[in-house]
């Protein structure tokens, strides 16, 4: 089982910026594809970005080239830089991690990122 801690959300204003980090700690060998998800008050939890173990990314449209994920194997840790924060951005955002021999699916608490003037 792999453990997940999310930081760095907060309250920050249009236009804005603010970095997620999430710490991994428990199975890591097996982790193949890490992830940011977000679920806004009555909407269903969405892709953000997402990165494999060979850092091959994927990012959701609404992104548009404002989010940038990155991932330290070593010190098993995934980050999410998001710039030009929009209201809309406001969320909580969860980290994910796959397990490559199971398939499993591990989530983190959630941080959230509120994008308000």
Known sequence: QVQLVESGGGLVQPGGSLRLSCAASGRIFSI???GWYRQAPGKQRELVAAITSGISTNYADFVGGRFTISRDIVKNTLWLQMNSLKPEDTA???????????GLSSWGQGTQVTVSS
């Open 32 to 34: 193949r594809t890490m």
């Open 92 to 102: 909580v955002y969860y980290c994910n991690a796959v397990d490559s021999f199971t």
